[in-house]
């Protein structure tokens, strides 16, 4: 089993930035695919970034590209999400999640976190 917590959400301004984190434990996570959705009020849970094992490679949705940098620590069975220029759009409830393959990390991993709430008021 595999557990997943997220902290670091909040509110901020648009413009600003936040930083995600993804504590796990259980079984080997360090071997396994990570990433993270986010669903807003009214809408479906759609994919946002994930990392391959290693963190050698990394894929993001169009929406956020060039804004969100996803990254891992192994040694500290941790995930981030480094949010820059945040817009209102931006905000939902932010997922964090883990997949022993990368595949289906880009659409329904296995593995969820409980979420955590990122406003960004206007």
């Known amino acids: 089993q595999v557990q997943l917590v997220e902290s670091g959400g909040g509110l901020v301004q648009a413009g600003g930035s936040l930083r995600l984190s993804c504590a796990a434990s259980?079984?080997?996570?360090?071997?396994?695919?990570m990433g993270w959705f986010r669903q807003a009020p009214g809408k479906e849970r759609e994919f946002v970034a994930a990392?391959?094992?290693?963190?050698?490679?990394?894929d993001y949705a169009d929406s956020v590209k060039g804004r969100f940098t996803i990254s891992r620590s192994n040694a500290k069975n941790t995930e981030y999400l480094q949010m820059n220029s945040l817009k209102p759009e931006d905000t939902a409830v932010y997922y964090c999640?883990?997949?022993?393959?990368?595949?289906?990390?880009?659409?329904?991993?296995?593995?969820w976190g409980q979420g955590t709430q990122v406003t960004v008021s206007s």
């Open positions: 259980g079984r080997i996570v360090s071997s396994y695919a």
């Open positions: 999640a883990a997949d022993p393959h990368y595949g289906p990390m880009l659409t329904w991993p296995r593995y």
């Open positions: 990392i391959t094992w290693s963190g050698g490679n990394t």
